[in-house]
């Protein structure tokens, strides 16, 4: 199983980005999909999960923000970034999770906001 990252960019404070994902090489589809993001020199942390039945968790820093979707048959999730501060500045990471076993994560795509 591949996770595909993509959208991140450069944007200044107060701007939108989209980032997207897929993954490829599975025949199931995954339980729970989201992303996560690590800043420099801090932890990686949750910013937004969404379950297959349609369950949403969000980060308390990007709630009314952020908004998360997914499309289970192409096993895609998606993540609407709006009203984007500096500390919104990190590698977001894909990942998706089946329900048992191992979580699968992206390779990370950089987003950076200038104030």
């Known amino acids: 199983v591949q996770l595909q990252a993509s959208g991140g960019g450069l944007v200044q404070a107060g701007g939108s980005l989209r980032l997207s994902c897929a993954a490829s090489?599975?025949?199931?589809?995954?339980?729970?999909m989201g992303w996560y993001r690590q800043a420099p020199g801090k932890q990686r942390e949750l910013v937004a999960t969404?379950?297959?039945?349609?369950?949403?968790n969000y980060a308390d820093s990007v709630k009314g923000r952020f908004t998360i979707s997914r499309d289970n048959a192409k096993n895609t999730v998606n993540l609407q970034m709006n009203s984007l501060k500096p500390e919104d500045t990190a590698v977001y990471y894909c990942?998706?999770?089946?329900?048992?076993?191992?979580?699968?994560w992206g390779q990370g795509t950089q987003v950076t906001v200038s104030s």
């Open positions: 090489g599975s025949s199931f589809s995954f339980a729970v």
């Open positions: 969404l379950t297959s039945g349609g369950s949403a």
């Open positions: 990942y998706a999770h089946p329900g048992i076993g191992f979580a699968y």
